[in-house]
């Protein structure tokens, strides 16, 4: 019984520090990268797969329900409101024109404001 909870210790350090790297490389990315989406890209992606990495580490080192379910609770919450965020993030600073156009490969936003005859900047 001691190796199986060494082992789940073990295996709890190991995503922890995986976690926090990830983590760490996002907050090093949002100050580094120069524009918006890039943060954006910088903020969303490793934050969010640190922090369920992070989570696993606490359910193998905690092991009881009650951990467990408020941690996946926690990370599918982070799961599902990450990118909605970063999207309306993103259309945000697009709609105010903090986006560099030169940068984009495909700019399909701006084909369905003038579709629809909005101003970008509202």
């Given at each position: 019984m001691t190796t199986l909870t060494a082992v789940l210790d073990a295996a709890g350090a190991v995503?922890?520090?995986?976690g926090s790297f990830l983590c760490l490389a996002g907050?090093?990315?949002?100050?580094r990268f120069p524009d918006t989406l890039s943060r954006?890209?910088?903020?969303?992606?490793?934050?969010?797969?640190?922090?369920i990495l992070i989570l696993a580490g606490l359910a193998l080192?905690?092991?009881t329900w009650a951990a467990l379910t408020t941690l996946v609770l926690l990370a599918a919450?982070?799961?599902f409101t990450s990118p909605v965020s970063?999207?309306?993030?993103?259309?945000?600073?697009?709609?105010?024109?903090?986006v560099d156009s030169g940068t984009l490969e495909v700019?399909?936003?701006?084909?369905?404001l003038e579709r629809s005859g909005s101003d970008p900047t509202h």
């Open positions: 995503c922890l520090l995986l907050a090093i990315g949002l100050l954006l890209h910088a903020a969303t992606k490793p934050q969010t797969l640190g922090l080192t905690l092991r919450t982070q799961f970063a999207h309306l993030v993103g259309r945000a600073a697009y709609r105010n024109r903090r700019d399909e936003l701006s084909d369905a």
